[in-house]
């Protein structure tokens, strides 16, 4: 094996490891709610725009009705919760991997030398 390949690192060991565990947990304790939220809201406007033409077709403002602004807000809403959760990365995610990160590159690192 090369070096390269051979680092000294047991990723598999790595991710048994409490903090790892944690780590996982924490990206999916938000993850998953948000993927679900999201994908009932989008759901909600296809349902509603497929069997509630009425209610979709509603004027809100001049020719603007329920439906576009519907539409409108599952962008707004897609932003929304990337910047969210870009924000949660960095603030939550990104310390204790960085952690993860320095200490496996220094097992290599010592593995190297």
Do not use: C
């Not at 048994?16 to 998953?32: D, G, M, N």
């Not at 679900?36 to 603007?64: N, P, Q, R």
């Not at 959760?85 to 290599?108: C, H, M, W």
């Amino acid at each position: 094996m090369t070096d390269s390949v051979n680092t000294g690192v047991d990723f598999l060991k790595e991710e048994e490891t409490p903090e790892f565990k944690a780590l996982k947990r924490k990206r999916f304790s938000v993850v998953i709610p948000l993927s679900i939220a999201f994908l009932v809201w989008y759901f909600l406007y296809v349902i509603l725009s497929t069997y509630a033409h009425d209610f979709m077709s509603t004027k809100v403002v001049g020719e603007i009705n329920i439906g576009l602004v519907f539409g409108l807000l599952q962008f707004v809403t897609t932003f929304g919760i990337t910047m969210f959760y870009v924000s949660f990365a960095n603030k939550k995610l990104d310390p204790p991997a960085e952690e993860i990160r320095e200490r496996l590159t220094a097992q290599s690192e010592g593995h190297l030398s």
